[in-house]
Every structure is written in C-alpha cells, then in structure tokens.
C-alpha cells in the first residue's frame, strides 16, 4: 500500500498486491471503499466508478463481470486464484482465493440455497451473484458454476427477485459496462409468443428502466386502454405496443417496474412464476449473461458451463 489517502489509488495498489502475491491466499480482505451513511444506489456507483476504473487500469480487465443483490461481484480468475471485487450497502472490498475451492465453495452456496417458502425471507440476498457477464475477458473463467433454476415461489416473491435484480443493474453494470443496455424478453405459457421486454437502458436519460410488451391482436378500445393504464402503462405507440419507462433517479422505479411486468403476465392468464420464461438475455448483444437470481425460470440456464 501507498501513503496515498485516494481511494482509487490505494484500491489499485491492493488489487495488484493480492493478484501477484504468490502462494498464501488466505490474506484477509481489504476494503478498499466505505459509503457515506445513508448513501443511495446512485450515489454508491459514482462513489465506486473512480475506484473499479483504477483497479482495472491497474491490472487490467476483468475475466467476469457481475453482481450480487447487495453489490458487486466482479472476479480476475487464473487457473490457481480469484481476485473478488464484492460489497454491500456499506462498504466494497477485494479478496482473494484458491481458485478450485472458492468454486466448490460458490457452487455449494447455489446448491444449498432455498429461496424460500411463503411467510419466509426471500434469501435472494444469499447468492454469490445474481447476475454474471462472461465477455471472454482476460484469465480463465470457472467452469464449475451452478447451472440450476430457482423459481420463486410465489407471485410477491416474484416482483422481489425482479425489483432486486433491476436494482443491481442501476447500481453496478454502468460500471462495469458503460454505455451499454442489459435486458431480456419474458413471456408466459399461456399467452405464447407474446413477448415482454425487460430492460435497463443508462443512456436513455430519464427512462432508463422500462418494459414494453405487443398487444397484438387486441382491439384498442377506451375500455382496454383504460385497463393497461390502470395496471401502470404509460405509452401505446403506433405498432400497438404498450410500453413503461422510469427514471433510475427514482428509488421506487425497480419495484415498479418489477410489479408492473408481473402483474401483466397474471392478466394474461399465468398461474404462477414457473409458467414464465426469459429468455434471449443479454448485454448489450456482448458476452453471455446469466441471471442467476431472477428468480424466474431462464433459458438458457447457464449455457456451455457445466
């Protein structure tokens, strides 16, 4: 470490300390950013986008982008060890790990995770991610990671896996990916090929999280429009496509976001979160994304990893 008092630069200095260190990786972490008190989602990115650009102009790209419900999960993998950029609410830190246990251990934690029954808490919060992004960076990414489905168990425990997940994207992916949109299409059983689109857009100011979905074949009637107006659409456009968009400015948008695309699919007919899909999930069309903690089932669930 130096005599440095800049976050950013003692942040850098630790990342490349615990990354070249050889041998022992059973180094305590090191918090390299502790937030003010009281800091929103906003206010934690901004405070932590100098110190993750020095980490990475100091040892270069991550080999896996991510986050956890409450902060980032970002990892620099070779074959013998993990370097690990996680946080929470009130501080952001950096580890490192044997590279085979730390991926039994995280596989583990999937495995052994029940989201919970009715009356329960919702557990989201005890995954290792919630979302990952491989875009092929540099090192050699885990091959061992949990490739299941956790399904919320009801329709409330829904809209929190969703409000979570929306959440973590406003608060770590312009990070970690700036300029880039992240989304995915969702659609029910019941209403076949009619798709919603989920997304979070940081450079659609003013209307960064938004869902849309086709009301195709529908007659536009006063009586209909009042309907999805009353369920929280905002906008039917020409090409009959009924769509919401809110500002990451305001703290309720995930929740109402996530509250409004759940209670469209039960309009449609679903009966439950497992007659759901997402699906052609992405970011940005770059890398492969998986939404670990959605809550929903996904496909693919976790592509070629095994």
Not at 116 to 142: I, M, N, S, V
Request: proline fraction near 6%; glycine fraction near 10%; charged fraction near 25%.
């Amino acid at each position: 470490m130096t005599g440095s008092t800049d976050p950013a630069a003692q942040a850098a200095t630790a990342a490349e300390a615990l990354f070249t260190s050889t041998g022992d990786t059973g180094l305590e972490p090191v918090t390299v950013l502790t937030y003010p008190a009281g800091a929103d989602r906003l206010a934690r990115r901004e405070a932590l986008r100098p110190v993750y650009e020095a980490v990475v102009a100091r040892i270069g790209k991550p080999t896996l982008l991510g986050g956890s419900a409450g902060g980032p999960s970002v990892r620099w993998c070779t074959a013998e060890r993990v370097l690990l950029l996680s946080g929470d609410p009130a501080h952001v830190e950096l580890s490192v790990h044997e590279a085979r246990t730390f991926e039994d251990e995280e596989w583990n934690t999937f495995d052994g995770t029940d989201l919970g029954r009715k009356g329960q808490p919702h557990r989201f919060g005890e995954l290792p991610y919630t979302w990952q992004l491989d875009r092929k960076g540099p090192g050699k990414a885990t091959s061992w990671t949990y490739n299941g489905v956790m399904v919320a168990h009801g329709w409330d425990h829904a809209v929190t896996g969703l409000e979570l997940m929306l959440a973590a994207w406003v608060e770590q992916y312009p990070v970690q990916a700036p300029g880039d949109w992240i989304g995915f299409n969702l659609w029910t059983a019941r209403d076949w090929r009619r798709d919603m689109i989920v997304s979070y857009s940081p450079g659609d100011q003013g209307r960064e999280l938004a869902v849309g979905i086709h009301d195709r074949g529908a007659e536009q009637t006063e009586e209909r429009q009042a309907r999805m107006r009353e369920r929280g659409w905002q906008i039917l456009d020409e090409h009959q496509w009924w769509r919401t968009a809110l500002p990451e400015t305001d703290p309720d948008a995930p929740r109402r976001i996530a509250e409004l695309t759940i209670a469209e699919c039960r309009a449609r007919g679903a009966t439950g979160p497992n007659e759901l899909r997402a699906h052609d999930i992405s970011a940005g069309d770059d890398g492969e994304l998986w939404l670990t903690g959605l809550g929903l089932p996904t496909h693919p669930s976790r592509g070629e990893h095994f």
